[in-house]
Every structure is written in structure tokens, then in C-alpha cells.
């Protein structure tokens, strides 16, 4: 019953204190208020844009330059940065899963707690406790769902969050499109969305856009021509277009239509244009209504091995102004369908050789991971570490791929 006190009290405490604070006084008021519930000392670390490290908030405004320190860099006997791939921090955050780490005489000395907003991925907590009970366990992993809930509240008026979380200066191109773009993570008990956008301080011209209104969740993609400022802000105004039309009530093709019209009053006939694929779907009934404006078509993977292309004629790509009809297409998926909406970027990669990582190494990469087991947005980390690696580390156009993985009204799980 204390140690049950002394979490209650660690929560309040700090929720309660939360509400005027800045980020950079984020982990002294943690530590204060965690030793509650036994907590001896708690770190934050955060991943980085690419989810390639974790970075340690330390509370000092962070790197003015978004260059950090080198892996492994120790302040004051504390790792200021971690690998994701290879670390027992990054395994924690890779599988959302508490870990314990051995101490020398074989007890767990300190824990590792992921620290999730909804099901997006922040990063973890790294706690040590004198007493690692279940309670404490509890009262660890109830102190990570409040510190990633503050974290999120402080992060969009925080310079001190975007340069912890860049390892590198950032285009002005991509400064505008993250700030656009949703999370990359969103679930709920039917269906779980999640994003990749390489890349990431260079993209220019793709967007992807997602929504929940109901049992309806809202999905596209856009690829502006380009690969600058222009096309920036070509994607930005499609975005912000079709939010604004689709929050009227406008339809999927009429929707489409009112984007092109936006586009040509702002840019002019053909000047500026967007491929882009508009869909909904019904997460109680599992109906995918889309429409093509000139895009690659979606592709659906089902049972972790059939594959599907989703036909619809396309109409021209918004801005072109040619007249093309708008199709409304409609397909049933099955539970556990993953549907994929990608740019030319993911397939067209090429290596030193010049090969293409092709649609079909795309698709047999997601069946390999689906098969592993790894939850959706680790899925796509690896992806767009593999389409990198393929590349030597450089693309020549943004690659962006939204899988969305509808779970059926039968199954209730999560898929993190």
C-alpha cells in the first residue's frame, strides 16, 4: 500500500507540475518526483529523426547545431548517445518491451522502459531502483506513460527537442514538410498506420497524410515534381488542401478536384504538379475506397504472402488540368491485410551498379519482417535502413512509403 502511495504521489506530483514547465526542466523535476516511488535515478533518451540512436535530454538546451556527440560520448559518467541496432536500450525500443540490465552480481541494476505516446515510439527511460518488484515495475512503467505524454505537449514550441533529435542540419525544404506531416505512428484496436520519409533532411517533394474521423481513417500520399523548396511547398499546399476540403464533407474524387483548383489558382495551368493517391477506410467493415491522380497503384499484402496490386485508372496528376475523369475504386480487404502507398523514391533507389531495389525486393522486404513478427513501425525502420544501405546512405529523390494494417473488428489487438 506505501509503494502504492509513493507512485500515486510520484504521479500527481509531476503531472500536476508538468503544466508550466519547458523540456530542458523535464528530467530535474523527473528525478524529484520519482524518488516517490523508490525510483533512485531515472534518464531520458529520445530517438533521433531516423530512429538510428538515442539521445540523452539532458536539460541544458541540447545541441545548438544538431550535430550531437560522437555514440557511446560520456557527460559526467552518463551515455549522452546509444545505437538502436545493437544495444539493450535499443532492443527496448525496438520490441516496446521493459528490459532489465545485469548488474555484476547477476540483479538487474537499472531497467529499460519504452516510452510510447499512443503506440509512436519516443524513445525509453533508463531507471534504477534499489527494489525491483513488481510494484516498482509498475510504478517504472506508469512514469514512462507520463513522461512520453509530457514530452509531446512540450515538443512543438521546443527548439531544445528538434536539435536532440537531429544528428545532422536539416534543408529548409524538410523543415516545412515535418512540420506538415502527422506522427509517423498512430493505432488503435483496428487498425494500425505508420510512416517512413527518407530523406529525412533532404525530403522536398513527397507528404503523407493520415486522419481518424469515426470508423473512417483518411489516408494519401502526394509527390510533388522537384526536389527543393518548391516542391515543398507544391506538397504542403495538396496537404493542406485536401485536410481542408476533407473536413468539409468533400468526397474522395471531388476532394481531388478541388486540390487541382487550389494548385492551378496558386501555380498556374501545368506550372506545378502532385501524383498523389487519396483513400478511405472503413475500419468496421474493412472497405478501401481510393482514387489515382497519376500515382503508382496501392499495393495490399495479405496472409504475409499474397500480393495484390490495386487497379484503378488514373486521372492525370493534380495540377495538369487534362481533363481526365476521376474514378472512385473500391476493394474489401481481409483482416490483417497490410496495404501499402508508397513513392517512386522506395523503388527506383539505385546502387552503385545502377540496379533498382525494385517494387518486388520492396514487398518481399515487408513480407520477410511480417513474418518475423515485428511490430508495423519497426518494419518500415528497417526498411528504410535497408532502401539506405542500398543506396550508400544517399538518395537522389525522397522515398515515402504508408503501410496501414487493418486488424478487423473481430481481433481487438494492437500491433505496435
Known sequence: MNAQRGTARMLSGLLEAGHLIALERLPSLVAVHAAHAGLDEVLIYLADLQQNVLRLLTGHGEDAGGQ???SGQETAGRIDELQIDGTLAGRAFQQIEVLPRSGAGGEADHWWVPLLDGTERLGVLRVSASDAD?????????LASLVALLVV?????????ARLVRTRP???????????MPPLTFANAEVVISAA????????????DYAIAGDVAHLGIFDAMGHDVSAGLTASLAVAACRNNRRRGAG???NSEMIE???IAEFGRATRFVTAVLADLDTSTGVLSWVNRGHHPPVVIRGGRWITMLACRPAHPLGLDLGIPVALCRQQLEPGDR?????DGITEARNASGQEFGLERFVDFIIRRTADGLPVPETLRRLTHSVLDYHDGRLQDDATVLLTEWQGTAQRRLRM
Open 170 to 180: 536539416m534543408h529548409v525544404a524538410a523543415e516545412m514538410q515535418w512540420n506538415l
Open 252 to 254: 474522395l474524387a471531388e
Open 68 to 70: 550531437g556527440g560522437e
Open 261 to 263: 483548383a487550389v494548385l
Open 339 to 343: 496495404l501499402l502507398l508508397y513513392t
Open 134 to 142: 513488481e510494484t516498482t515495475r509498475e510504478a517504472m512503467r506508469a
Open 197 to 208: 520519409l527518407e530523406p529525412a533532411y533532404e525530403v522536398g517533394g513527397d507528404a503523407f
Open 153 to 161: 505537449s512540450k515538443r512543438p514550441y521546443s527548439d531544445s527537442y
